[in-house]
């Protein structure tokens, strides 16, 4: 049995990135950058005017002659005398001499001129030729999550493809003859599945969307089969149940049987303590415990900072925020905890109900808060750290 930090060492260290890929930008929603984007033009690529109104060139003068239009696609080949405007509108391209545009709002105008009621400043509602980024400036660096508004940035630069970090095929196998498919009926010394769909669920909070999910009965032969299947077509393996020392808990017998290098087997913790990881070739292996909140704490602990290193994010761990605790709390277990909580600007609060079975805590939880396996006491108002998963 190992400690928390130990166990998140070795993940690390074994969270190997996974192969680089081209990809349309248009379909890189939620991918991690795998090179530096350059620009391949400046943005915007002519000086733009940032309102409707009229461009002309600055002066002590109120009234103007009106001498053509410039619309959004035009370009403007006018060349303005000291007495004369364009009328221009929103994101077309202004006149090379002209260097200011007013609203027209603050315009009185007839079909030949103009009058400024209130004059702007010199250069007001200009936007100048790469006012958001120069030709060959970087755009994003290599590691950057691609956003919905990163996508609509590399797109007004032309860009069409980029290099990414190919997100891992993730598959979920799970044990246990007791399980049944929600909406089906319940007979006795049955209960529902529930892990399944709670891990594909933390899976799409970092991106991963599209999963598969594998039942196996308690049987040595059926995992071993079912895993050979499965080590064989992903990149990493998410077991739910079947993992700790029963006697019908076959997976880490059939795990070594099928090639995986065990890295390390339970942890110092509560809840959580029965987890198995491992790896063959580049695949990983995570057994979670079949306890719903043990597996979902497991889940944020190790397997949520594992795949975000291989989809090449930089920063992989949950964030850790410091909190005023609400109560004394006394760990008499030396395990590391992981305690269900409720944080806000100041404060946490543990839960009750913080058995490894029970998800009603869970699910309206915000934070797990950490109890370090040498820490016995923590008094009431002691400043401690918490993970948010909220």
């Given amino acids: ?47 733009q005017s940032a309102m409707d109104g009229y461009a002309f060139i600055h002066s002590e003068k109120h009234q103007y002659d009106i001498v053509g239009i410039s619309q959004a696609g035009d370009h403007s080949k006018i060349k303005l005398k000291e007495n004369e405007a364009v009328r221009i509108f929103t994101g077309a391209h202004v006149p090379d001499n002209a260097d200011t545009v007013v609203m027209q709002e603050h315009v009185m105008a007839n079909e030949n001129s ?34 919905p508004a990163a996508i609509g940035f590399l797109a007004c630069l032309g860009i069409t493809e980029i290099e990414v970090y190919k ?6 196998l799970v044990t246990g003859n007791e399980l049944v498919k929600p909406g089906k009926k319940l007979s006795k010394g049955k209960i529902y599945e529930s892990n399944s769909v709670m891990l594909q669920a933390a899976l799409q909070t970092i991106g991963i969307k599209k999963t598969k999910v ?49 890295l390390f087997y339970t942890i110092n913790q509560k809840p959580g303590k029965p987890m198995f990881f491992g790896s063959k070739k580049d695949t990983l292996v995570f057994a979670l ?33 410091v909190r005023k605790l609400n109560s004394a709390f006394t760990n008499t277990t030396g395990k590391t905890l992981f305690l269900k909580a409720l944080y806000d600007e100041t404060n946490v609060t543990i839960l009750n109900a913080q058995s490894s079975a029970m998800l009603n805590t869970f699910a309206i939880a915000n934070c797990l808060l ?8 923590l008094k009431k108002g002691e400043q401690v750290t918490l993970l948010p998963i909220d």
């Fill in 370 to 377: 950490i109890v370090p396996n040498d820490v016995e006491n």
């Fill in 114 to 147: 103009i009058l400024i009621t209130r004059m702007p400043e010199k250069y007001t509602n200009v936007r100048n030729k790469g006012e958001q980024i120069g030709k060959e400036e970087i755009v994003f660096d290599a590691n950057t999550l691609i956003t």
């Fill in 289 to 321: 415990p079949g306890n719903p909140a043990s597996s979902l704490t497991n889940f944020y602990i190790y397997v949520y900072p594992a795949i975000k290193n291989r989809m090449g994010f930089s920063d992989t761990h949950l964030p850790k925020l």
């Fill in 167 to 172: 997100k891992p095929k993730v598959a979920i």
């Fill in 1 to 47: 049995m190992i400690q928390v930090a130990e166990a998140l060492s070795i993940i690390a260290e074994n969270s190997t990135r996974m192969p680089v890929q081209k990809i349309q930008v248009s379909k890189s929603l939620g991918y991690i950058l795998a090179e530096t984007v350059y620009s391949p033009i400046a943005m915007p690529p002519f000086r």
């Fill in 214 to 262: 594998y039942k196996v009965k308690d049987s040595l032969k059926a995992t071993r089969k079912s895993l050979k299947e499965i080590l064989n077509k992903y990149d990493t393996v998410l077991i739910s149940g079947g993992i700790s020392v029963g006697d019908y808990d076959f997976v880490k017998e059939a795990l070594l049987k099928n090639g995986v290098q065990e």
